[in-house]
């Protein structure tokens, strides 16, 4: 009897349940790429918002104009193409470099002993708490000439004068490697954890050698933790804006860095959308390797 | 037996070196931030003053008191836009709504922040234009931003919860008559409760250390702490910042500690309760 009116509310209570991210993520997360790319169509006007309206509607007739030249300019600008080559070599070099040094440490800490795991991953985990603005700012007082690293090896007399370490790309990728390491490990421990021992026992019944183990069934069986730690430095990396502004120098021309001196500096904002939209079209393929990964392992732990 | 076979010293080895390489810069700047010298790198000896100017600096102490206040409500709002898209995800059959509500609630995971940022202040832009609403950025828009990426972080933490609960608990209950809204709140909740607090506290430091999308977000009005801290690091180095930076540090490793502790007595109590 009582449950009657209940279950006539539950359809309800879905609706809204569905309903409140769904429009939230609609209006804050979907519409705003719609407008992005709009502007990016259109023409940079000094006004404000500086850029024209995309239709015109006089005389009975409706007008869309759609400028395709923010493009051609992006594509075509020396500038642009070297800050975007710039930006996935960067993101290229730091990844690798991450995954060199996060998979021994993810390694190391997926054999420890399992009440030490729950710690280890907390300490990697911790800096990546703290404000990453000032692990970039720690960087500026440890690489700068007159910086710890400077001052120690001019008092072991291996250098008579300071090595300009800050403001080149070296400060720029130890920056990235450092802030994204955490990233490129967590998914990694989480996939290695989950790895069947018997497996490499098996291998080592049979006569394999570790290195060889390692190669043939550790690696292998890791990829979707490479694959999935890999594209959550890789992604955001191409994007980066503070770490090359605050580490580096005017030959480290990163992307990121140039649309945020298009938009705040030079006012272009339709030129900064279009920066932005093939930014997005470079990132596809990753992004679409990351998603798949993870509903995947979410399909698992179902 | 198998630790022999699987080379532990060599990952062991880099185990250590990646957690010196981790730690090393924030101890040198916690060693710094109690340098007597103005000059950042040269050891003037032993002193606090640092600290004392730092509390005097007007400017910082309104900016640490908007980021608290917008870390607390976007993490709310995180947290509550979050937990029902990870029910959605979680619960809900399979469908077109539910494949687009992940697609969309994970994408900020992953996208470069100057896009987030840069297509969020041009919706604000345009929804002024349209509308008069917001008529200026500030608080409000930077709330929303945070919020927005907030909620995907919360979204996974909850979600991998959600999918490890004994669901015949939820069941048993609504057969006795509780409405899904209750069992929700009375069931689903308590137990899910941990990765609530940890879904709270990530958004809170996420919201606290997000320089990027908050430039864009924000207007004249509301100036959050990192974005103070990056236009006086941009100036160079000062040993006021180092002060601040050892606060944050404190900060955080005791809130990550009372978090870690939390959890593992929620780990033992659920496990002495299924003993």
Same mark, same amino acid.
């Given at each position: ?302 | ?84 898209? &990870? ?7 399979? #469908?077109?709504? !539910? /494949?687009?509500? *992940?697609?969309? =609630?994970? @994408? ?113 009005? &509301? ?7 990056? #236009?006086?690091? !941009? /100036?160079?180095? *000062?040993?006021? =910042?180092? @002060? ?32």
């Amino acid at each position: 009897m009582k449950k009657n009116p209940l279950k006539l509310l539950f359809p309800k209570g879905r609706f809204w349940t569905i309903g409140i991210p769904y429009f939230w993520l609609l209006m804050f997360f979907a519409l705003p790429f719609a407008i992005v790319l709009k502007i990016s169509l259109s023409t940079p006007a000094i006004a404000i918002p500086p850029y024209e309206a995309l239709y015109q509607y006089a005389d009975e007739s409706l007008h869309i104009l759609l400028n395709l030249g923010n493009y051609l300019l992006v594509f075509q600008d020396s500038l642009y193409v070297n800050a975007y080559l710039g930006s996935l070599k960067m993101a290229f070099i730091t990844t690798i470099g991450c995954l060199l040094l996060g998979y021994p440490m993810a390694y190391a800490i997926a054999r420890a002993p399992k009440q030490h795991q729950t710690v280890l991953i907390l300490l990697v985990m911790l800096p990546s708490w703290t404000s990453f603005l000032i692990r970039v700012y720690a960087w500026m007082g440890i690489l700068s000439n007159n910086g710890v690293i400077n001052n120690v090896l001019m008092w072991l007399g291996v250098i008579s004068d300071p090595i300009q370490m800050l403001n080149t790309n070296f400060a720029v990728y130890i920056g990235i490697i450092y802030t994204y390491l955490p990233f490129m490990i967590l998914p990694l421990y989480a996939n290695l954890s989950q790895l069947d021992g018997s497996l490499l026992e098996a291998a080592a019944d049979l006569g394999s050698r570790s290195l060889n183990t390692f190669w043939k069934i550790t690696l292998p069986l890791s990829k979707g933790g490479v694959i999935a730690g890999s594209m959550l430095v890789f992604i955001p990396v191409v994007g980066e804006f503070v770490i090359p502004e605050l580490l580096g120098g005017p030959d480290s021309l990163m992307i990121g860095k140039v649309l945020w001196q298009e938009f705040f500096n030079n006012r272009d904002w339709p030129v900064a959308s279009s920066l932005a939209i093939v930014m997005l079209g470079l990132l596809i393929i990753p992004i679409t390797l990351f998603h798949r990964y993870q509903s995947k392992s979410m399909e698992k732990t179902v | 037996m198998n630790n022999r076979l699987n080379k532990p010293s060599f990952s062991t080895i880099m185990l250590w070196a990646g957690m010196f390489f981790l730690y090393a810069p924030m101890f040198i700047l916690v060693f710094y931030s109690f340098n007597e010298s103005k000059l950042v790198t040269v050891w003037g000896g032993f002193s606090a003053k640092w600290y004392g100017e730092l509390f005097r600096d007007e400017q910082i102490l309104d900016a640490v008191w908007t980021s608290l206040k917008v870390a607390f409500f976007a993490s709310t709002m995180a947290v509550i836009l979050g937990t029902m898209a &990870a029910f959605v995800m979680t619960r809900f059959a399979r #469908s077109w709504g !539910r /494949m687009t509500l *992940s697609n969309m =609630i994970t @994408a900020p995971l992953v996208m470069p922040e100057v896009i987030t940022g840069l297509s969020l202040l041009l919706l604000f832009v345009h929804m002024a234009d349209l509308f008069g609403w917001p008529a200026e950025r500030g608080m409000l828009t930077v709330w929303i931003a945070h919020s927005t990426f907030c909620a995907a972080y919360v979204a996974v933490v909850v979600s991998s919860r959600l999918r490890e609960l004994d669901m015949s608990i939820e069941e048993a209950a609504q057969d006795l008559g509780a409405t899904p809204l209750k069992t929700f709140f009375y069931i689903t909740v308590p137990m899910i409760s941990p990765a609530l607090i940890a879904g709270w506290l990530l958004s809170f430091s996420l919201s606290l250390d997000d320089l990027v999308i908050a430039s864009f977000a924000s207007g004249p009005g &509301a100036t959050t702490l990192p974005m103070v801290v990056f #236009s006086s690091v !941009r /100036m160079g180095v *000062s040993p006021k =910042i180092n @002060a601040l930076a050892t606060l944050i540090i404190l900060m955080v490793s005791l809130i990550a500690f009372i978090s870690w502790y939390m959890a593992r007595r929620a780990d033992k109590r659920s496990r002495m309760a299924s003993d």
